[in-house]
């Protein structure tokens, strides 16, 4: 039996972990407040209101603190606006940068913060943030003139990815109908290597990856949580870009062996945390962008003379790996199947399309409980320029811009459900 660990010692712990970014600099969360347990609390919630939350994941795109310079001696990495102007040494690049960058992401910020406060959330799942103090920045100086005193517990782990871009949760004390959340156990899963989890395969060889590599581009983290006293774990991960291949090749076919493997391991977690037999029972949801998608809607013609919409099936794909033998149930498919989409791509007229990148995915028993829910996407801070569906036009946030500012490139995703 572990130990009991008081209601006053929890309440500490969730405020050292929420303030983490006042007490250490990396971003990390010390080893001692990763874990604490709590006693078993009884789910005879016969005569009890419901107990429902809303659950988001969002994309919010580069949410960072850092400045990024490397542009000036790689014009790929230049921002445009930029590249109008003669710039005579690096120093002044620096400057125009960093005016460039700060105009840039106010007016962003304030959309994303738009975006998330439609959500209605009890529990956000972020992708792309660079660490608990930008975190904190943001819900103070944006999101709280939105939506007052919310998010007061957030987590960050630093994970693996090369720019410093982590997975994050921002928390509620309780849901909207009063129950409330409570972090029973937080943890870290981007230590974990292809070898560890026995996911290293010819294929991987074959790109030049070795075994005892890290399996996560990011990470896969894992909190086990009780809202109004039930059970709830929550997995929230981002998976291996389509960018960053050779000319020529194909991004998507190209990067899916790394995703690949970063599928079989979140299904080899869940599964060893509660037994595979035993899995499809139990209260769990993933989240995140997993840049990744099944299908996807071709979009053709023009506003002139019209768009075409055309659904294409995507059978080379990571996410087989959640859909097979129905391990694991995609929400965003109760939509139509031309309103799943989450993110739009586009090169040019010549190459567009909507997809869905962004996901929530519940057990069979949780999606089974709540068989009648549809998730929201809020694409209200989606630019102009996204080509939209007929009958699925928005009404945009104030100073969306064709191509920017907007909130992100993705579209957050919300769903309420119950436990």
């Not at 080893?31 to 009890?48: K, L, Y």
């Not at 391991?265 to 209260?283: H, W, Y």
């Not at 993110?343 to 996901?359: A, F, K, N, S, V």
């Not at 920017?404 to 119950?418: G, I, N, Q, Y």
């Amino acid at each position: 039996m572990l130990p009991l660990i008081s209601a006053i010692a929890i309440q500490a712990m969730l405020f050292r972990l929420g303030t983490a970014a006042d007490e250490r600099n990396d971003g990390t969360i010390m080893s001692e407040m990763i874990s604490a347990q709590v006693a078993p609390v009884s789910d005879n919630t016969s005569s009890e209101k419901p107990v429902l939350f809303t659950l988001a994941t969002f994309n919010i795109e580069n949410l960072m603190r850092r400045f990024d310079f490397t542009g000036y001696r790689n014009e790929n990495r230049q921002d445009r606006s930029l590249q109008l102007f003669e710039i005579d040494s690096e120093a002044q690049y620096r400057l125009l940068e960093q005016a460039r960058m700060v105009a840039h992401t106010d007016d962003t910020r304030q959309l994303s913060a738009l975006s998330i406060a439609q959500t209605r959330a009890d529990i956000l799942c972020l992708q792309e943030v660079d660490d608990l103090e930008a975190l904190n920045a943001f819900e103070y100086g944006y999101l709280f003139k939105m939506v007052g005193q919310g998010y007061k517990h957030k987590y960050l782990i630093d994970g693996n990815d090369s720019r410093g871009i982590d997975v994050s949760v921002m928390m509620r004390d309780t849901t909207k109908s009063g129950h409330e959340i409570e972090l029973v156990k937080l943890e870290s899963n981007a230590h974990l290597t292809y070898q560890d989890l026995g996911v290293y395969d010819p294929v991987l060889a074959n790109v030049g990856i070795e075994a005892h590599e890290r399996v996560f581009k990011r990470d896969c983290l894992m909190l086990d949580l009780r809202i109004g006293g039930k059970p709830l774990t929550l997995f929230v991960t981002h998976f291996k870009s389509m960018g960053g291949v050779r000319y020529g090749q194909d991004p998507k076919l190209t990067t899916l062996p790394v995703r690949m493997a970063e599928a079989r391991a979140v299904r080899m977690i869940i599964e060893k945390r509660f037994g595979r037999e035993e899995a499809a029972n139990a209260p769990w949801v993933i989240c995140g962008d997993f840049n990744d998608y099944y299908e996807k809607i071709a979009i053709s013609g023009d506003q002139w003379d019209g768009y075409q919409f055309t659904p294409v099936h995507e059978p080379e794909n990571c996410l087989n790996v959640f859909l097979e033998d129905g391990f694991a149930v995609n929400l965003v498919e109760r939509r139509p199947e031309l309103d799943r989409w989450t993110l739009y791509h586009t090169r040019g007229p010549q190459e567009r399309h909507l997809c869905q990148l962004d996901y929530i995915w519940a057990s069979p028993a949780l999606a089974q409980r709540n068989a009648h829910v549809v998730p929201e996407i809020i694409r209200n801070g989606q630019p102009y320029r996204t080509v939209f569906p007929e009958g699925q036009d928005v009404v945009r946030f104030p100073r969306i811009g064709w191509d920017r500012p907007k909130a992100s490139d993705h579209c957050p995703v919300a769903v309420t459900l119950e436990l």
